[in-house]
């Protein structure tokens, strides 16, 4: 288990977009990434969030690699 914390306040009155991504290959054969338990705390202001779904998948990559 990873704990990660991000120091936002440079960006403070400004809108932030807070996205993960994971980039994989066939060839690593691994399950892929998992984002659990994320919290989000503010030290001042009124948070808002707003939630977008989740891009769609990008194609297979057809060509042979070996």
Known sequence: MT???FDLSPYAGRRVEI???YVTDPATGE??????DTR???TGGT?????RPAPRRVPRNPGRFD
């Open 19 to 21: 996205s993960i991504g």
């Open 40 to 42: 989000i705390t503010t």
């Open 47 to 51: 948070p808002g969030a707003v939630r």
């Open 31 to 36: 399950v892929g990434a998992f984002v659990d």
């Open 3 to 5: 704990n990660r914390a």
